[in-house]
């Protein structure tokens, strides 16, 4: 993979700022802000524990929050989900939800919002991603767990978002496949559409990212580019190295 393009709005379309977050009674985001850009990959880094799923779902609204959110100048504070999905970010979780009694196209047609086809039509996801076609009508369950995650990925893009958030796209795949998901998270950036992305794997955000943060017992410790953080060997040691 080669470094993307600064390609990038000056317009921020997602803003974070003082965002606190808990489960329960535990007490898990300690004031975070953060900003992506139009058309900008922005990559979250740290050790597990950190925080950063977290703050994914904080951001969608899927767990118990204090601070402020904004998308494209609107405020998401207390609203449901799947309000915040309609207002145009997407969410892909770690977990790798497909529906495996469905087919590869049954399962991409679950991703496209009631208004039908957006800027992205079934043929777009395709050529995106050719072993999805060749793959159209096999139940999802029998795809790899790399197949999986790129059809996770490729259903949540076909509802048209403007961000999409990425957890963990890489965890337990092949080095070969860690390569296709970075070249698609690429590919969808190239087309507009900004990516917040957890990733582990030091090397892929590095590679893909035009910012990234490092976050820390909850709070973001670190933010600038990946020369930057290269740059930083005491913030690396401390937060991202075993």
Known sequence: ???PELNISAETLLS?????AWYGKSHI???VDLDVKRGEIVSLLGRNGAGRSTL????????TTKGEVSFAGQSLGGQKPHKIAYAGIGYVPENRDVFPDLTVRENLILGLKSKGEGRWTMEDIFDLFPVLRTRAETNAGALSGGEQQMLTICRTLIGDPDLIMVDEPTEG???KMVATVGA???RIAAK???ILLVEQKLVIALDISHRLYVMGHGEIVF??????LMNAPEVRAEWLEV
């Open 192 to 194: 507009g559409v900004s």
């Open 173 to 175: 795949l092949a080095p």
């Open 16 to 20: 974070v700022r003082g965002l606190q």
């Open 223 to 228: 933010e600038g580019t990946p020369a930057g």
């Open 184 to 186: 698609l998270l690429e």
């Open 1 to 3: 993979m080669t470094k």
């Open 56 to 63: 994914l779902k904080a951001i969608m609204g899927a767990v």
């Open 29 to 31: 985001l300690h004031g």
